[in-house]
T-cell receptor, first 111, second 115 residues
């Protein structure tokens, strides 16, 4: 089951904040966040685990509500380099079935 | 050294042809994957494979087949190519098979264009 991301697209001025949401209808063991720039591969940002542990980026934070199966990615004081497409990926933890990604959120940062 | 490398980066071919994309990882990971990213940027898993099991996304046509000569390589073979197969194909690997704790490392992608 593919997680649902919102919004689909965001346009910000440099220095503004953004929140990207990800929700799933199935029980999750972890939520991953990746950023992809045009013509490049997705790059890992952060992983959030059941129990509240987080691993990842210094300037980007995220939350994971296990009961609601929701995660949010917080981009504060956005920089031009934050532009790209953000994907959340969910893992069920049941086997080697990889990450299931949402449809992505396109973030454009303008000077 | 590139952690996950794919070849070729670009592939242009005619409908009906058979083609392969190769992937190698030097990270010592046990699990490798193929993802397809279409023109709308939807990133969809096709296969995951480790030493013990191959998991196939049920929506993947059987014209697509992964082949792993060893745990550092996972190649993708596509038979009878169709226009809808045009996409960017990403190989990825992970140390943690269940991805409960551990990231995916992606290759640079192989852009396939079917004419």
């Amino acid at each position: 089951q593919q997680p649902v991301q919102s919004p689909q697209a965001v346009i910000l001025r440099e220095g503004e904040d953004a929140v990207i949401n990800c929700s799933s209808s199935k029980a999750l063991y972890s939520v991953h966040w990746y950023r992809q720039k045009h013509g490049e591969a997705p790059v890992f940002l952060m992983i959030l685990l059941k129990g509240g542990e987080q691993k990842g980026h210094e300037k980007i934070s995220a939350s994971f509500n296990e009961k609601k199966q929701q995660s949010s990615l917080y981009l504060t004081a956005s920089q031009l380099s934050y532009s790209g497409t953000y994907f959340c990926g969910t893992a069920s933890g049941g086997g080697a079935d990889g990450l299931t990604f949402g449809k992505g959120t396109h973030l454009i940062i303008q000077p | 050294d590139t952690a996950v490398s794919q070849t070729p980066k670009y592939l242009v071919t005619q409908m009906g042809n058979d083609k392969s994309i190769k992937c190698e990882q030097n990270l010592g990971h046990d699990t490798m994957y193929w993802y397809k990213q279409d023109s709308k940027k939807f990133l969809k898993i096709m296969f995951s494979y480790n030493n013990k099991e191959l998991i196939i996304n049920e929506t993947v046509p059987n014209r697509f087949s992964p082949k792993s000569p060893d745990k550092a390589h996972l190649n993708l073979h596509i038979n009878s190519l169709e226009l809808g197969d045009s996409a960017v194909y990403f190989c990825a690997s992970s140390q943690d098979t269940r991805l409960v704790d551990g990231e995916l490392f992606f290759g640079e992608g192989s852009r396939l264009t079917v004419l």
